[in-house]
């Protein structure tokens, strides 16, 4: 009788379901982070061709959306009580962006120290915006939120867990 254990064929099958074992944990990783992280942003087309982005609220009921700010790739918090779209300012430095005059601002945490700029080029999904009034924020807070000076130029409607950011068919 041969012992058939140490056959190249039988090795050969092992290392194939330690291949398939690690690509199953692997797999059941990718999908438990994005359920993890609330399923995402989706982009899609409506019946009348505006652009619009669907977004889900995470956990904590907040709504994230990736983009770009003058082409760098960002991950927005979108904020419908934030004024203008704010960034800190290690971000601004960054992006090259010009620190405009020094205003005092309100925040969540309280009155605090900010510059005006604009953006080239604000991007979610796909709706962007051109010459984009931002606020470069001097706090503890290095999250972006997408203020109101980007988000009134669009429709947005919010329901069952779900925001969605429309194009206004009269043009950008």
């Known amino acids: 009788m041969t012992d058939s254990r140490n056959t190249p064929d039988s090795q050969l099958g092992r290392r194939m379901l330690w291949f398939a074992a690690l690509g199953l944990l692997g797999g059941l990783y990718l999908l438990f982070s994005a359920l993890e992280n609330g399923g995402?942003?989706?982009?899609?087309?409506?019946?009348?061709?505006?652009?619009?982005v669907v977004l889900e609220q995470d956990r904590n009921g907040h709504y994230e959306a990736e983009g770009t700010i003058n082409g760098q790739p960002v991950v927005f918090l979108v904020d419908t009580g934030a004024t203008d779209v704010a960034l800190p300012e290690s971000l601004a430095r960054a992006l090259g962006l010009d620190f405009g005059p020094r205003v005092q601002v309100m925040t969540a945490a309280g009155p605090s120290t900010a510059w005006m700029t604009r953006l080239d080029e604000v991007v979610v999904g796909g709706i962007h915006r051109n010459n984009v009034r931002a606020s470069i924020t001097s706090g503890e807070f290095n999250g972006i939120l997408l203020g109101m000076s980007f988000l009134k130029h669009y429709n947005l409607q919010q329901q069952d867990g779900k925001l969605v950011i429309k194009q206004v068919n009269t043009g950008n």
Do not use: K, Q, R, Y
């Not at 995402?40 to 619009?52: E, L, P, Q, R």
């Open 40 to 52: 995402g942003t989706v982009i899609s087309v409506d019946s009348s061709g505006a652009a619009m």
